[in-house]
Nanobody
Framework: QVQLVESGGGLVQAGESLRVSCVAS????????MGWFRQAPGKEREFAAA????????DYADSVKGRFTISRDNAKNTVYLQMNNLKPEDTAVYYC?????????????????WGQGTQVTVSS
């Protein structure tokens, strides 16, 4: 079955950096759009970033544009989210997701598979 396993979350101070990773199995990784979403306590899950099959196309939420970078390594079935200049409002559970299509989408309902999430906490 399909599994998405996130890692790399943790506690950092504002202004610091963190990289979260997601390893996928049970799917043809190179033919899935990969996305990162996040959910803070009491809030809905929101889009953070997405990347196309080859990695040449990406999209970002306005709130993370210029600070976060999504990338992928199809040989390792892994997608990354490099987060720089973190802010307390970035505190959330970060979820990896996979979409069995070539088109990038920003809504959670467009994604077919989800990981269990990794906690990122940014202290001020």
């Amino acid at each position: 079955q399909v599994q998405l396993v996130e890692s790399g979350g943790g506690l950092v101070q504002a202004g610091e950096s963190l990289r979260v990773s997601c390893v996928a199995s049970g799917l043809l990784f190179s033919r899935h759009v990969m996305g990162w979403f996040r959910q803070a306590p009491g809030k809905e899950r929101e889009f953070a970033a997405a990347i196309g099959w080859s990695g040449s196309s990406t999209d970002y939420a306005d709130s993370v544009k210029g600070r976060f970078t999504i990338s992928r390594d199809n040989a390792k079935n892994t997608v990354y989210l490099q987060m720089n200049n973190l802010k307390p409002e970035d505190t959330a559970v970060y979820y990896c997701s996979a979409r069995g299509s070539a088109t990038l989408r920003l809504t959670p309902g467009a994604y077919d598979y989800w990981g269990q999430g990794t906690q990122v906490t940014v202290s001020s």
